[in-house]
């Protein structure tokens, strides 16, 4: 394409000519507007971007004397709509401009060479030291072809091609005139290649793969070369026919072994087992020639006669021709009627090729008796050794395709296995940038420095009163690890933090000091750390300075992105701006007035700890603060009480100011359940049975950041001074209120949780490269991966380091064992299995019962009360995703209550009905979750594939498909360190299962082809549940049907399917060539267990059963 420049001055002329002053204007309109912008994007422009433009370029026409204001603006409008005219006329024009000159270049490119032939050429003679000969050089578009792995035909590389198949013929007309004709070209596969020109066509074919791929071994395709000719004493017919069978197979070969080279496809191993393949083919499509009348019996040239062996002459006896007597011809009387033979002789050959005709020659003697036998014997074995050869080779070639299924198989879960790591996240980071591993190579310098200082300060701590204690304390059952006093292990810590902290920042000669906000965190020790062991990767440096200067809520200005989370989108449910009622009326929740002491003492303690600020008593809050209401809850368990003050910044209108302005452009990616599993499934392949998980919980987690003092204003609560309703009940003057401010970032804010986690993930970014440990992240709880024979000392590094950058713990909550709890699960890592606390169960429980009691007894329930319900519904279903589906009409009516507004007040619903459909959901739920049976989990259950690393090496691969007519499969089971090889095959409409047709149904249409192909993938899983133990690995499912695999299956090509295709088709292979397969499996108890079974059996693992007994037909 020419200079854009240049293009753009001659479009712009061309839609805008003329010199006048409007010309001019309108001109530099469109070439200011379409500054920086390429012909593609101006092409695309839209009407609103032209009209924008103009609206802010001044009209040039003088205004008419004495022009009112309805005038001047008419006037301005005109010039707008001619400007944003002009605009769209110069956009069409650009975009026919590159329409047309893509079009141009596209035929020019296509006529082009597809590869530079003459550079191949030249590197190959600089390779070698040897110039090619011209005549073995292939046309470009063979080698472009061969490049591109596409089938070439033998006659494309013969030399004289062009010339023999297209041109001119001189022909003559009807009318009789000489006339020139254009001859047409024929297709390369109708094309006759000479034998003379087969060997100068194969070397020039192997020329052309030299050439595209030179990295490979020439002599290897010459080899093969020499192989195919050698077919030519045969035939050349059959050399051809060969040569084209294997070169035809090469790239379906290729696409199933995806690490294979071209040249791979021409071992000899590979071509001796194509060519066993085409010689079979070539025989089967040779013509059949019905023998000669009469010469299975001696009635034709040639064959064996009715009178001896001797090939239809007589027998020797005296005469003519011999010792004594006349020649045989003589003694022999010839027939009377030779016509009547012939008609007879052909009726009886007109009969049906397995009819055999009567005898009417007289018997053989004896001795041609016995030979003619010996040859029907000879015969007849050479007939059964071809069957059998026949029979090996289809059973080598069936087993050849199942053999590469499976490999292809565990490839692709391979393959799977890291793509779905990386698309899960520990919470330090978004899906993508979380390492799940420890990065391996030496340390710098200073990386060694600093871990040596603090493995100093490590061994000392082990060996003092605190570091014995912590030892003995680690060796308790994670039960047993609760109610210890922890004062004089945080002294110890605080001390030897201090020892390394100073260290540290000698070594990375930064400061040591807190944040000049407030916050405990040490900003220049987190900035240096993260220069030293994040060096290279995405980091998030913007916190650091919101750590040390205060961090911005989002209310006025945009919260700096950090570019390693993921995009916030806010709720289409509106928010609750605050009115002036409320305002006016301010009055705390219920909770927090009955109990007004126990919310000044937290009130109070949060002034001591800096975490807040009192007003002076008189002093108001500053015009537009805005005031939160609170609410007092009890926390669960605690000995003697304590509470937590909850705000509620959604009524006071606070979080919808943050959210409606856009001002909160990232969140949080939490791990789930799977993420966990992960860290659990690589700490047991790192450590095995020894694992230990090391929990820590950060202490008021949100309380480490400072807020902007700007921000200060909108973060006011407020108490009643007396403790009434708001009015003095004596003399009824207005009651004065206590006011309080937030300094530190308060819980209830809706970009709390994000600012929170980026500052304390980097925190744990930091720790991990330094401490080379694994961990997951979830808001304020870290799970960190250790073993046994380090956990003490592990455990002490990261309460040690999380104190050298200012992160404070609640050593009281910490444990340390193999039975970790995260994220409210249980976990027993001996054993693999997750279960839910019995008193998580019961509050569900209660729950749930409390909302269909009143929903049954036809009153409203509260809204607030069915969201908590569904959220720990949501939270619970983790475990049994498959369920997980009968939320969705729970989470409708949420929304649609939500969306909906009292008539008379105009305030959000408080309560509302349950329909029977969300009824049944919560009790089909609570039920799954009361069924023992349903809540047994293991950890392979949870992340779909393998924990330990002998599973690995013990993975079965189901490959199954289904058909109107049938179903089939087959299965390679692994168990007890043996391979199994099984499979199965169903005709649907001719078997009579009544448990088949129960299940399924008596016709099926296409609609059907879907469940048909997941009920083949069913009894292929129960199969393998029958053969192979629960901890005897995975299972790798391949299905040709899109729609199946999303029970996480692997979707296979219907080519590549061929064997089970065919089995659901009804194709039965032979009983000899049906070894490859394996033995066959009867399913139709499968079929009645799956009859019978219930909601909660089905997901129960099924009884270990005796192979003999799976295995009887």
């Not at 609640?810 to 064992?817: D, G, I, M, T, Y």
């Not at 809540?935 to 109107?964: K, M, N, Q």
Request: aromatic content about 8%; some cysteine; charged content about 25%.
């Amino acid at each position: 394409m020419a200079d854009q420049g240049a293009v753009l001055q001659e479009i712009v002329a061309s839609v805008v000519p003329g010199d006048s002053a409007d010309a001019i204007t309108k001109r530099k309109f469109l070439l200011d507007q379409c500054e920086g912008l390429t012909l593609q994007v101006v092409g695309k422009l839209q009407k609103s971007f032209w009209s924008a433009g103009a609206g802010r370029v001044e009209c040039p026409e003088a205004p008419p004397p004495n022009e009112d204001g309805a005038a001047k603006a008419a006037r301005e409008e005109r010039w707008r709509s001619i400007l944003t005219s002009t605009g769209m006329a110069f956009t069409e024009e650009c975009g026919s401009y590159v329409v047309t000159t893509t079009e141009r270049a596209r035929k020019a490119f296509s006529k082009m060479p597809e590869v530079d032939l003459s550079i191949l050429v030249q590197r190959v003679t600089e390779r070698t030291g040897y110039e090619l000969p011209r005549a073995l050089i292939p046309s470009a578009k063979t080698v472009a072809a061969v490049k591109d792995g596409r089938f070439v035909e033998l006659a494309e590389f013969r030399t004289s091609f062009v010339e023999r198949s297209e041109g001119t013929e001189v022909m003559t007309s009807v009318e009789g005139e000489v006339i020139q004709v254009m001859k047409p070209r024929k297709k390369a596969e109708d094309l006759f290649v000479p034998s003379s020109e087969i060997a100068g066509c194969l070397v020039r074919w192997a020329t052309a793969v030299w050439l595209a791929h030179p990295d490979g071994n020439f002599l290897l395709l010459f080899a093969y070369v020499m192989k195919v000719l050698s077919f030519g004493a045969q035939g050349w017919g059959r050399a051809v026919f060969y040569d084209r069978y294997h070169r035809q197979s090469v790239p379906g070969r290729l696409a199933v072994r995806k690490d294979a080279s071209i040249y791979d496809m021409y071992t000899d191993a590979v071509v001796n087992d194509s060519f066993s393949e085409a010689k079979l083919k070539f025989a089967s499509e040779s013509p059949y020639q019905a023998p000669k009348p009469g010469a299975e019996f001696g009635q034709g040239k040639g064959a064996r006669s009715q009178k001896g062996s001797n090939g239809g002459k007589a027998p020797a006896k005296p005469g003519k021709g011999s010792k004594g007597g006349k020649g045989g011809p003589y003694s022999h009387p010839k027939p009377e009627d030779k016509k009547l033979e012939k008609e007879e002789s052909k009726r009886h050959w007109s009969c049906p090729p397995f009819h055999m005709p009567a005898r009417r020659s007289p018997k053989p003697t004896k001795t041609g008796r016995v030979k003619r036998s010996e040859e029907a014997r000879k015969r007849r074995r050479a007939k059964e050794r071809d069957r059998q050869r026949r029979g090996d080779e289809e059973c080598a070639k069936l087993d050849r395709q199942l053999s590469d299924l499976e490999k292809w198989a565990a490839n692709v879960r391979r393959d799977w296995n890291v793509t779905d790591t990386t698309g899960l996240t520990d919470g330090t980071a978004q899906p993508g940038l979380c390492p799940w591993g420890i990065p391996e190579g030496p340390p710098t310098k200073i990386q060694q420095s600093l871990r040596e200082a603090l493995g100093k300060v490590i061994d000392e701590l082990e060996d003092s009163e605190a570091g014995r204690f912590v030892s003995r304390w680690v060796k308790l059952p994670r039960e047993q690890q609760a109610g210890f006093e922890w004062s004089v292990v945080e002294k110890a810590v605080e001390e030897s933090a201090e020892r390394v902290r100073s260290e540290w920042c000698s070594l990375l000669g930064c400061e040591s000091r807190v944040a000049r906000s407030g916050s405990p965190l040490r900003p220049p020790l987190l900035r240096a750390l993260s220069r030293v062991f994040l060096e290279g990767s995405c980091e998030d440096d913007s916190i650091i300075d919101q750590i040390d200067f205060g961090v911005n809520i989002g209310v006025r200005t945009k919260v700096e992105p950090s570019g390693i989370w993921v995009p916030y989108s806010a709720s289409q449910i509106p928010g609750h701006p605050i009115s002036l009622f409320e305002r006016d009326t301010f009055r705390n929740y219920e909770s927090a007035r009955e109990l007004p002491d126990e919310v000044k003492r937290e009130l109070e303690r949060s002034v001591e700890r800096g975490h807040m600020v009192k007003l002076a008593e008189g002093v108001e809050p500053p015009p537009g603060a805005i005031i939160s209401k609170i609410a007092l809850v009890e926390k669960p368990n605690r000995i003697p009480r304590a509470f937590r003050l909850i705000n509620d910044m959604r009524r006071s209108g606070l979080n919808d100011l943050v959210t409606s302005q856009g001002n909160l452009t990232e969140t949080v990616a939490l791990p789930g359940l799977r993420s966990v599993g992960q860290l659990l499934r690589c700490a047991l392949e790192s450590y095995g049975d020894s694992v230990r998980i090391i929990e820590v919980d950060a202490k008021d987690a949100f309380r480490h950041l400072s807020v902007a003092k700007e921000d200060d204003e909108f973060l006011f609560v407020a108490i009643e001074r007396n403790g009434c309703d708001g009015k003095d009940q004596s003399n009824g003057m207005v009651q004065k209120f206590d006011y309080y401010y937030h300094v530190r970032l308060p819980f209830g804010l809706v970009s709390s949780p994000y600012l929170w986690v980026r500052a304390y993930s980097l925190c744990h970014r930091i720790m991990r490269a330094i401490l080379s440990l694994l961990c997951v992240l979830y808001v304020d709880d870290g799970s960190w991966a250790s073993c046994d024979a380090t956990c003490l000392r592990d455990f002490l590094a990261v309460i040690v380091s999380s104190k050298v950058i200012g992160v404070l713990l609640e050593l009281a909550k910490a444990r340390v064992s193999n039975s970790p709890r995260t994220l409210g699960f249980q976990w027993d890592l001996h054993t693999g299995k997750l279960s839910i606390p019995n008193e998580k169960l019961e509050l569900i429980g209660g729950q749930g019962d409390y909302v269909l009691r009143k929903a049954e007894a036809g009153q409203a329930v509260e809204i607030n009360v069915v969201e908590s319900l569904l959220g720990r519904l949501t939270w619970a279903t983790q475990c049994f995703t498959r369920y997980r589906c009968h939320l969705a009409p729970i989470f409708a009516w949420l929304k649609a209550v939500k969306s909906k507004r009292n008539a008379v007040s105009k305030a959000p619903l408080r309560s509302a009905f349950l329909g029977s459909n969300v009824c049944d959901k919560i009790r089909l739920l609570l039920g799954l979750l009361r069924s023992e049976q349903v809540r047994a989990f293991s950890l392979p259950e949870i992340i779909g594939r393998s924990v330990e690393a002998e599973w690995a090496d013990s993975r079965s691969t189901i490959i199954t498909d289904a058909s109107l007519e049938g179903l089939g499969g087959t299965v390679c089971a692994v168990s007890k360190g043996r391979t199994l090889r099984l499979w199965f095959a169903l005709n649907l409409r001719q078997s009579s299962d009544m448990a088949l047709r129960k299940l399924m149904g008596d016709t099926f249409v296409s609609g059907d082809i879907s469940r048909l192909e997941l009920f083949a993938i069913v009894l292929g899983l129960l199969i393998v549940g029958e053969i192979q133990d629960e901890s005897e690995g995975e299972c790798t499912i391949l299905s040709d049907n899109t729609a199946a695999i999303h029970v996480r299956a692997f979707h296979v090509s219907g080519v590549s399917n061929e064997i089970s295709d065919d089995l659901s088709r009804g194709v039965r292979p032979r009983q000899r060539v049906a070894r490859a397969l394996g033995r066959r499996v009867p399913v139709s108890k499968f079929i009645e267990r799956l009859l019978g079974a219930s909601v909660g059996e089905l997901p129960a693992y099924f009884t270990v059963s005796e192979e003999e007994e799976l295995l009887e037909s």
